[in-house]
């Protein structure tokens, strides 16, 4: 075995170099701490790969195929481990990441891992095969570019270094190579000053290619960079970095349904929906969502810069406490009698606790390859804490944005973890806050909120109290101009079905459940494999497919809550599932991204509906599960197959097709090819006449084949011509050898049998 490794190291000794060459270029590009044990890994692997072609060269071709086909399977298996390693710490796929520039992605071992396993064993096979097999000097060059190709992704030059070694050992492979091409009989001869002009060229192109000043050369680049930034492969990348852009794409993004863990939550409630960004603006046309900012916008949901230390008193965000306005009304109509019987609450009573609907839920750990600035958050947030540092820099970042549409980010800053205090919105399921709410619409709020406002100011009430009114009339005043701004349009039969939907309802409350209990009543179907035909629209959705993922379901609430004159938002975010009995967090994947609709809700503000049929998507099973099982099941099938194909069929078929070849060859020649298969059942090494042979036959297998050596002896020794009788003649009497062999070799495997 040794010696086998010896002899295909030195004879492969510069097409190795050049292999292993490529490789430690490549590893050079993605770490540069690991690259000395990538290297030694390298170097050892290429040599007993190059050695392993060299030796099953040698074998029959079944057992090159099964040597080829079991590394290869080998190595996927591998890959597939560092693959999978990967995406439990990854938030993005592995070809994503691969083709990503290694500055917009986090660091991961094991998806180096994986493209250095895989490379290895490409490149061993590519620049083995057209060095040694069939030697291909434009094929070659291709293979030696893939360093340059890998650091062009970068936007970075190849190290000189590594540049100027690719260029020597190819040139040198080149050189060796032409062995190849010479006749069999003959041997290139290479004297001493044939090999010192090869040391000299490479040295004088190197030392040429290092000091003369190279030309600015303009290269247009135009046609590849179309295909790498057309719009459709832009977001793709994008949203599996986490990126979230302007429009409304990252939910179709991950349909997929994967399991790459992207972060592990924390929640005293579960099931419920975390909000990353609110979108205001619909296309009709194209049905996607946008921010639509614009100076107006702007105007509309301002940015307010707070502290999380001061939170509570820089923000009437963090004024909302659905609890602490629902004991103010209660308040304010045993104060006032006529408010009271005027908005119909004369049998509220303070009953409702806010220790009981105080909430925490904590972000534990993100693994997002590009950390979003925005956080996941419930709605009427009061507190977010927790510690966010500034990238390069490493210094804390205690300064939170918040939008008037409830979303909150940190402007360039890594959101890793934190903890948000929020006030659970399953109040709205108490029995006295929605005999409340269902007093209250939009006809009424306004002087209802005015009359709260003063009874609050002229009586004794505390400043609490007296700030969450007023937190309660500006977060109106913001939905009213939010719902002047952004009204539906584009559709008479979608609004006419939201009155139709909402016909028998009162309240507003009972307008808008009405509106989310009708996909459920309807047909409708949940599909994450659903394919949209060409003329796939919301009226599409809506009146024939009544098909789609949460996207669809919260653009349809959406637009069918703004026709019937509800403010309504469209949301995007994760949806937080059962936690992990384990360790008691909640793991949130791909599959756990979530679109749904806000609502405005007087009373209570803005509140999450959810029409579409979350439990379905918890239920199915992952599609990189499925994946796994149907690669695993079939690679099992594979290595069957090639076992009974191996031992039962092969032999079959190949002796047809041998016995085929024999009669189509003329006499001369098949009585050769008949001698080197009675050869091959031998035990003598090469180099052997056709009586030696025939004496090891007789020994091992009890046949003589003195016919056989005659026939042969006078068509080699003495050029006689033969017919097909002899041929016929010889055939026999390897018939006869293969007959007594697989007899023999049956009878030791019975005995073995019997011990």
């Not at 599609?623 to 009974?644: E, K, N, Q, S």
Request: negative net charge; charged residues 20%; proline residues 2%.
């Amino acid at each position: 075995m040794i010696n086998s490794i010896k002899e295909g190291f030195l004879k492969n000794i510069i097409a190795l170099s050049l292999s292993i060459m490529i490789i430690v270029s490549c590893m050079y590009n993605y770490t540069k701490e690991y690259i000395l044990a990538f290297t030694i890994i390298t170097v050892v692997f290429q040599t007993l790969t190059f050695s392993l072609y060299d030796y099953i060269a040698k074998k029959s071709m079944i057992l090159r195929f099964i040597s080829v086909l079991g590394s290869f399977v080998a190595i996927c298996i591998l890959v597939v481990i560092a693959i999978k390693t990967g995406q439990n710490k990854s938030s993005i796929d592995f070809f994503i990441w691969f083709l990503s520039p290694q500055a917009l992605v986090d660091f991961s071992l094991s998806y180096i891992i994986a493209t250095f396993i895989t490379m290895n064993f490409f490149i061993a096979s590519t620049v083995y095969y057209f060095s040694a097999v069939r030697y291909r000097i434009s094929w070659t060059f291709m293979i030696t570019l893939i360093p340059f190709a890998f650091y062009r992704k970068e936007g970075e030059q190849v190290p000189v270094f590594f540049a100027m070694a690719l260029l020597v050992l190819y040139v040198a492979l080149m050189i060796h190579c032409r062995q190849l091409n010479t006749k069999p009989n003959q041997k290139l001869y290479m004297d001493k000053g044939y090999k010192k002009s090869i040391v000299y060229f490479l040295s004088g192109a190197c030392f040429l290619a290092l000091v003369i000043p190279k030309p600015n050369i303009d290269v247009n680049n135009d046609w590849i960079n179309y295909w790498l930034e057309s719009d459709a492969f832009t977001n793709y990348m994008l949203g599996r970095l986490g990126l979230m852009s302007d429009t409304s794409t990252s939910i179709e993004t991950y349909i997929d349904f994967s399991d790459i863990r992207l972060y592990e939550f924390k929640s005293e409630e579960e099931n419920i929906n975390l909000k990353h960004q609110t979108f205001c603006k619909y296309d009709y046309d194209k049905n996607t969502w946008s921010k639509d900012i614009t100076n107006t916008e702007k105007s509309l949901s301002y940015e307010t810069e707070i502290n999380p230390d001061t939170l509570q008193e820089e923000s009437y965000k963090q004024k909302i406490n659905p609890v602490l306005f629902y004991n103010t009304v209660v308040k304010a109509s045993d104060t006032d009698e006529e408010f009271a019987k005027k908005y119909g609450f004369e049998n509220l009573d303070n009953t409702i606790s806010s220790y009981d609907y105080q909430k925490k839920v904590s972000m534990i750990s993100s693994n997002v390859g590009y950390y979003s600035t925005y956080y996941f958050v419930p709605s009427f947030v009061n507190n977010i804490y927790g510690t966010n540092k500034y990238p390069n820099t490493g210094q804390d970042s205690n300064v939170i944005f918040i939008r008037n549409d409830n979303t909150y980010y940190n402007q360039s800053v890594h959101v890793k973890k934190y903890t948000a205090d929020y006030y659970s919105q399953s109040i709205i399921f108490e029995e006295k806050f929605i005999e409340m709410i269902k007093n209250l619409n939009f006809e009424n709020y306004d002087e209802f909120l005015f009359e709260l406002n003063n009874i609050v100011c002229e009586n004794d009430f505390n400043d609490d109290e007296k700030e969450v009114v007023l937190a309660y009339i500006a977060d109106y005043d913001s939905a009213k101009m939010y719902m002047e701004r952004y009204t539906a349009k584009g559709s008479d039969k979608i609004d006419e079905l939201a009155q139709k939907a909402t016909e028998k309802s009162q309240s507003v409350i009972e307008k808008a459940y009405n509106i989310q209990d009708y996909f459920k009543l309807n047909d409708f179907e949940y599909d994450l494999s659903y394919e949209r035909p060409d003329n796939f629209n919301m009226e599409y959705f809506l009146f024939e497919g009544k098909t789609g993922i949460c996207g669809e379901y919260a653009t349809a609430m959406t637009l069918m809550a703004r026709y019937i004159g509800i403010p309504a938002r469209y949301c995007e975010g994760i949806h937080l599932k059962t936690a992990n009995p384990d360790t008691g967090l909640i793991e949130v994947t791909d599959a756990d991204l979530h679109a749904y609709p806000e609502l405005f809700i007087p009373g209570y503000g803005w509140t999450v509906f959810e029409p579409t049929q979350v439990q379905m998507a918890d239920d199915k099973i992952s599609y990189d599960y499925i994946m796994t099982v149907i690669l695993a099941v079939g690679t099992l099938l594979l290595i069957i197959f090639i076992i009974i194909f191996a031992k039962y069929i092969y032999p079959k078929l190949y002796e047809k097709y041998f016995k085929i070849k024999v009669y189509k060859a003329k006499p001369e020649r098949a009585v050769e090819l008949i001698a080197k298969r009675i050869e091959n059942m031998s035990e003598l090494e090469s180099a052997v006449t056709i009586r030696q042979i025939a004496g090891d036959i007789y020994r091992l297998y009890g046949v003589d084949m003195q016919s056989a050596v005659q026939i042969f002896e006078s068509v080699v020794y003495g050029n006689l011509k033969i017919g097909n009788e002899q041929v016929s003649q010889m055939y026999n009497v390897y018939e006869n050898i293969k007959t007594s062999r697989d007899e023999i070799l049956k009878n030791r495997k019975k005995l073995r049998k019997a011990g």
